[in-house]
């Protein structure tokens, strides 16, 4: 720790332990506020970050029968859409989402990524270079009115637009009649969310519809019409509504889907709706709807004839479902705080991820349901189902994930906590943005940067070791040191992203455990994050919603955090620069005139020996010895009588705190720190003292309010410090840690406690007691 040799200094402290800092240029930057980047409030959206009072959303109710055919792998289906215009605006036409489209041969989205030739690649990388000719995508075979009209539409891409013979009013309502087929993807090959999956082994297939039906697009208050194209990545905005599903499906299938099964007396056999009973009671352990064994058998037969599965879901912004007779499907009913029913969590797998899915995929759904409800509101649909189908997708009530043991049914830990997590994460999306309906397609963080933070928390309470990928804060540090051009804001479109994982998922993420456990503290967080799940459960936020809130439920100002870190690349590095060490002088010569003598005494010897290195002679005085006796005899810091006199005259002036700090043997540090990597944040600073014990004080962001790039903070410590360490927990994504601490200390220096006579002090404010002002936290 670097040594400050001074022997007197005055205590002009300013502020509560802080030194005056010179105004830099960029003053202010980081610390304006952030009502200028947001959307202006309006009736609809409140500048709290509630919904105003005339919010509206639209509404579309689905009727739809679905066949699937699995000896093709085809799906045909015919719907009725109710469209409610609940906005104040009158529609000429309306825009229909068609997602499967993005798979069609002369889809954009194969021409929009870069591509190379590379010394190795596939025959599929060959391939791609030149599309495919695979007839995927939807087949509109007609559009009709509810009389049967035909109406006019136009397909672009992946949207379509239906023109309306008279206009739609404010609060009127629409029938659409649309039929379709398409053919299922592989999932492997095509790289789609939904599709079919092939068990050579055994000749079944795993099929994930999702997706599926032409769909209505969402026309909001502040965007109108949301139809930008569906390109694969930018996930799905879409309009809450009610659903009637029938599906169509070989008889030996058993179907997983969103919502309730209506007809579960017709579908299911007796004893399968026994155990379904028992399973409404059980609140421990899964029980079985379908067995592994009946799972096998049913893999065997391949039955020809069909049945048809109905489910019914309300409010609800989307609809997917799982067909296989590979499955076995277990169930428990979950305790939600806040509910007097009780959903049930189940899980649909086949015999490949049965040695992970038994054990532990049904109580991961449980538990998520509980820590989520905690956090945000109780959970309010009837089920929610996880099927393992070699990948990660949500939609309402159901999601898929991946946890495939190896053939002899034995799988490592990491593939466990894969699976685990990986069901926690998608079920979790039932939240967001099943609930909280955040537009997918414009930003990504709003509904995974959310859910992941809420994963990590779920995590943490599953098992308190569990080996997080994201949501600690120095996780994404590696992220934030990258190259600047390798980088973009977290409010960048989802199209647009680079490190789309990073950037959306991790980012997001550990930028709320940085507000929850760092700057807004959890129970100030915690309030105001559940308060904006409980404001906008079943509308549609914006990112403006969700910072408002936040603020509004805290009366924590949290805008320098939210542009720094949601609107910029900068990274956080933060460098602890200088460590300087007082004490206060006593004044007593009998004590200091022997300090300061072994100073002086050192000091001459180290500049004496200076000198004679460079200039290879001695001082006048070591060459002559007649001069040496009479120069070496005289001794300046002598205690003479003068000097004890003077003293005593000072102690006698000294109030009695005044000389209670003196005889405390305090020490005072002063730190210097500067902004290396751009955004600021509060100063977490850990003492490590000579007996080995610590303390942590916590200064808040704002300190950096006047000068964003270097302040200086001093302290006043009862005991002697051996080590600093700025952000020991690394808290706050710290990219460079070889700065944040300073090393042993060695010797401190003496300063002096200033009397102020005849007025103010050089400095300090008239009337101000200075050692009031000293070493505040």
Not at 393 to 408: A, Q
Request: charged content about 25%; aromatic content about 12%.
């Amino acid at each position: 720790m670097k040594r400050l040799w001074l022997i007197t200094m005055a205590m002009t402290f300013m502020g509560v332990g802080a030194f005056a800092q010179v105004v830099n240029s960029n003053h202010g930057k980081r610390f304006e506020q952030l009502e200028r980047m947001l959307r202006d409030p309006s009736v609809y959206r409140s500048a709290s970050g509630a919904p105003g009072p005339q919010y509206w959303q639209q509404k579309a109710d689905y009727k739809i029968e679905a066949t699937l055919d699995d000896e093709n792998q085809r799906l045909t289906g015919a719907e009725t859409i109710t469209y409610y215009n609940n906005s104040p605006d009158p529609l000429e036409y309306l825009w229909i989402a068609l997602d499967e489209n993005v798979r069609k041969p002369d889809n954009d989205s194969y021409k929009y990524e870069p591509s190379s030739i590379r010394p190795r690649m596939t025959y599929g990388q060959l391939e791609g270079l030149d599309g495919h000719d695979n007839d995927w995508g939807f087949h509109i075979m007609e559009v009709k009115d509810a009389k049967g009209a035909d109406m006019k539409y136009i397909i672009n891409q992946t949207m379509m637009r239906v023109d309306l013979k008279s206009t739609l009013k404010p609060g009127a309502k629409i029938e659409l009649n649309i039929k379709w087929w398409y053919n299922t993807t592989p999932r492997a090959i095509s790289g789609a969310r939904g599709g079919h999956e092939y068990f050579p082994e055994d000749g079944n297939y795993i099929y994930t519809l999702t997706g599926w039906f032409p769909r209505m697009a969402v026309y909001s208050d502040f965007q109108g019409w949301n139809n930008k194209q569906f390109t694969g990545r930018g996930e799905f905005a879409l309009t809450f509504g009610d659903y009637d599903v029938k599906m169509t499906v070989p008889s030996d299938h058993v179907v997983g889907s969103t919502g309730v099964l209506s007809n579960a007396k017709s579908i299911l056999t007796s004893e399968q709706q026994k155990r379904w009973s028992q399973a409404q009671k059980e609140l421990v352990e899964p029980v079985k709807i379908v067995t592994l064994e009946e799972a096998k058998e049913n893999e065997k037969t391949k039955a020809s004839g069909t049945k048809t599965w109905h489910y019914k879901a309300e409010d609800v912004r989307d609809f997917a479902w799982t067909s296989s007779r590979k499955f076995v499907w277990d169930a428990m009913a979950v305790e939600i705080e806040g509910r007097s029913d009780k959903p049930m969590a189940m899980s649909y797998y086949a015999k490949e991820a049965y040695g992970i899915y038994e054990r532990y995929s049904t109580k991961a759904v449980a538990h998520t349901l509980r820590t989520y409800s905690n956090f945000t509101i109780p959970y309010p649909y009837p089920v929610a189902i996880s099927v393992e189908a070699s990948n990660g997708m949500e939609y309402p009530m159901i999601c898929f994930n991946y946890g495939r043991t190896l053939p002899d049914g034995s799988y490592a830990e990491s593939t466990k906590y894969g699976a685990i997590g990986v069901i926690i994460h998608e079920v979790g999306h039932n939240f967001f943005p099943m609930i909280v309906n955040s537009d997918e397609r414009q930003w990504t963080w709003m509904d995974e940067g959310l859910n992941t933070f809420m994963q990590y928390l779920t995590e943490q309470e599953f098992d308190p070791n569990y080996p997080h990928r994201r949501g600690p804060a120095h996780k994404i540090a590696p992220y934030m040191a990258l190259p600047k051009t390798q980088l973009e804001p977290i409010m960048t479109n989802s199209e647009n992203i680079i490190g789309f994982g990073n950037n959306a998922y991790a980012k997001a993420a550990a930028g709320l455990n940085i507000l929850r456990e760092t700057i807004m503290g959890r129970e100030l967080f915690d309030f105001a994050f559940k308060e904006y799940a409980r404001r906008w459960a079943f509308k549609h936020p914006t990112p403006d919603d969700l910072f408002r809130t936040l603020e509004d439920a805290s009366a924590v100002d949290i805008d320098w955090f939210i542009k720094g870190w949601y609107f910029t690349i900068d990274n956080v590095d933060i460098a602890i620069d200088d460590v300087k060490w007082y004490q206060l002088s006593t004044k007593n010569p009998e004590i200091e005139y022997p300090i300061l003598k072994e100073r002086a005494k050192n000091s001459q010897s180290q500049m004496a020996a200076n000198r004679n290195r460079a200039e290879g002679r001695k001082f006048y005085v070591e060459e002559d010895e007649r001069l040496q006796d009479f120069y070496y005899s005289y001794d300046q810091f002598e205690v003479t009588d003068q000097a004890k006199a003077a003293y005593e005259r000072f102690d006698a002036s000294l109030s009695d705190d005044e000389r209670a700090i003196l005889g405390d043997k305090a020490n005072f540090y002063e730190i210097e720190f500067s902004n290396v990597g751009g955004l600021v944040m509060p100063l977490i600073i850990e003492w490590t003292f000579a007996d080995g014990s610590k303390e942590v004080d916590r200064i808040p962001a704002y300190i950096w309010r006047k000068n964003e790039e270097k302040v200086t903070k001093a302290f006043m410590k009862k005991k002697q410090v051996v080590q600093i360490t700025l952000d020991p927990d690394r808290e706050t994504a710290d990219t460079d840690v070889e700065n944040n601490s300073f090393p042993r200390i060695n010797k401190p220096s003496r300063f002096e406690l200033f009397k102020s006579r005849g007025g103010a002090a050089r400095g300090q404010s008239s009337g101000s007691n200075p050692m009031q002002r000293a070493g505040g936290r």
